[in-house]
C-alpha cells in the first residue's frame, strides 16, 4: 500500500524557518517524481514544487522562488521541503504528493505549517 | 502561467441528479487535464487524468470530456459520498496550477 507520511508541521514567527519530511512507502520512490502541493485554511490547492527521480530538475512556485529548496533521499524513501523567511501567507497545510504520468496520484494526509507572531 | 478557471463555484443538487463542472484554461492544454475530490479535512483525491482516463479504483459515474481550452467533468446519479470539492488541475507545463474548486452540496 502506497503511503505517504509528511511531519515537521508547526507554529512559526514570520522570518524563521522550518523543514518539512515525507515518509514513503509502499512503492520503489526513486522511480516517481514527488512534488510539494499546499491549501491555506479554506482555500484552494496550490502547487508548491516538484522534484524529478533523481533531483536533476526541480521546478518551484513563483511565490516561494529563492525561500524553498524541495530535496530528495532515495535511500531512506524520504522527501523534504526547507522553508526559510517564512511569511503570513504560507500559513497553509503541506502535502507531500506522488506524481504519476504528471498527474499526482497518491498524496499524504498532510502537515499544518502556521506562521504567526 | 496557465490559469484555469471553473464553474460554477458551488452547485446544489440532490441524490441521483447529474452534475457538470466545466473547467477553462487560458491557453491549450491539449488533454493534459486532471479532476481530484476533496472532503473536508482529507487530502484530495485523483478521480480523471488526461482529461477522460478513469483512475484505478474509481467509479464509473465519474467521467470527465474535453480537450484544448475547455473541459468538463460529470458526475451521473450522485451519491451522498460524492459531495465534495473538486478542482481541476492542469499538467501542460510548470507551474501547475489548479482551478479554484467547485463544491457540491446537498440540495
Known amino acids: 500500500e502506497v503511503q505517504l507520511v509528511e511531519s515537521g508541521g508547526d507554529l512559526v514567527q514570520p522570518g524563521g524557518s522550518l523543514r518539512l519530511s515525507c515518509a514513503a512507502s509502499g512503492f520503489t520512490f526513486s522511480t516517481y517524481s514527488m512534488m510539494w502541493v499546499r491549501q491555506a485554511p479554506g482555500k484552494g490547492l496550490e502547487w508548491v514544487s516538484y522534484i524529478s527521480r533523481s533531483s536533476i530538475t526541480i521546478h518551484y512556485a513563483d511565490s516561494v522562488k529563492g525561500r524553498f529548496t524541495i530535496s530528495r533521499d532515495n535511500a531512506k524513501n524520504s522527501l523534504f521541503l526547507q522553508m526559510s523567511n517564512l511569511r503570513d501567507e504560507d500559513t497553509a497545510v503541506y502535502y507531500c504528493?506522488?506524481?504519476?504520468?504528471?498527474?499526482?496520484?497518491?498524496w499524504g494526509q498532510g502537515t499544518l505549517v502556521t506562521v504567526s507572531s | 502561467d496557465i490559469q484555469m478557471t471553473q464553474s460554477p463555484s458551488s452547485v446544489s443538487a440532490s441524490v441521483g441528479d447529474t452534475v457538470t463542472i466545466t473547467c477553462r484554461a487560458s491557453q491549450s492544454i491539449s488533454s493534459w487535464l486532471a479532476w481530484y475530490q476533496q472532503k473536508p479535512g482529507k487530502a484530495p483525491k485523483l478521480l480523471i487524468y488526461?482529461?477522460?482516463s478513469l483512475q484505478s479504483g474509481v467509479p464509473s459515474r465519474f467521467s470527465g470530456s474535453g480537450s484544448g481550452t475547455d473541459f468538463s467533468l460529470t458526475i451521473s446519479s450522485l451519491q451522498p459520498e460524492d459531495f465534495a470539492t473538486y478542482y481541476c488541475?492542469?499538467?501542460?507545463?510548470?507551474?501547475?496550477?489548479f482551478g479554484q474548486g467547485t463544491k457540491v452540496e446537498i440540495k
Open positions: 488541475q492542469q499538467a501542460n507545463n510548470f507551474p501547475r496550477t
Open positions: 504528493v506522488r506524481e504519476y504520468i504528471d498527474y499526482f496520484d497518491y
Open positions: 488526461g482529461a477522460s
